[in-house]
């Protein structure tokens, strides 16, 4: 515990589960880790065997190593009872940076055309510096925008941040968020109808929920927009 139990430690290992190897990387995927912080807690981890710190040119790649690949049942499972024990967040809790690096993670890319694709998302009801969003998908990588990215966008889709969040979490369906209104693709009908396929499903999206008033929220190791 005296090495896990530091602040963000379990998180950093989550991010290298999830298969973030570089420092910029992992930072994306805890934007409120201060760099200073994530350095620190990447030697603590390679100095007690479980990360290994391989540079490759001009990059460091940090990849967990056996000890830390071991870690991996426990981050599962930590995001498992996550999925189905933790409340409903407020709405300041909800992080469209980390849903989409989720989404940009689980592409699909046979899915997707064989061509630069953009995906704009808009969130209302939010501040309007984290309104718009772009996902620019190639045949083999993706990366996520806050500012527009230039290209020509393919598929917008429109809706709130939670209802997305509930559709990617597994929650809702793509096809009844649709329905309801709350969520809307704009583009052509071929695309329109095949976005859902371009994302693979979270590796949460089948844990079962509880009855009752529980409205569970993933925690990030589970693929949920939501802040740690």
């Not at 290298?16 to 409120?32: C, D, I, Q, T």
């Not at 409903?88 to 849903?99: A, H, N, T, V, W």
Request: proline share 8%; with cysteine; charged share 25%.
């Amino acid at each position: 515990m005296e090495l896990l139990d530091e602040r963000w430690t379990m998180l950093v290992v989550r991010e290298l589960v999830a298969g973030s190897h570089h420092f910029n990387e992992l930072r994306r995927g805890l934007p409120r880790m201060s760099p200073s912080l994530l350095s620190k807690r990447l030697r603590q981890l390679v100095n007690a065997g479980v990360v290994e710190r391989r540079p490759e040119g001009t990059e460091v790649r940090y990849l967990l190593t056996p000890a830390g690949r071991e870690l991996e049942p426990i981050v599962m499972a930590l995001g498992a009872w996550g999925v189905r024990w933790i409340g409903k967040l407020g709405d300041q809790d909800l992080d469209p940076k980390l849903l989409l690096w989720d989404m940009r993670r689980n592409i699909a890319h046979a899915a997707v055309p064989d061509r630069r694709t953009v995906v704009q998302f808009r969130f209302h009801a939010v501040a309007p510096r984290l309104r718009d969003w772009w996902l620019v998908i190639t045949p083999t990588d993706a990366d996520v925008c806050d500012s527009d990215p230039g290209h020509e966008v393919a598929v917008v889709v429109t809706a709130s941040l939670r209802c997305l969040i509930a559709v990617w979490r597994g929650d809702l369906p793509w096809l009844d968020a649709l329905r309801s209104g709350d969520l809307e693709i704009h583009g052509p009908e071929d695309l329109r109808r095949a976005l859902p396929t371009w994302f693979k499903p979270t590796v949460y999206s089948s844990v079962p929920r509880p009855g009752g008033d529980v409205d569970p929220v993933p925690i990030r190791a589970a693929g949920g927009g939501v802040s740690a």
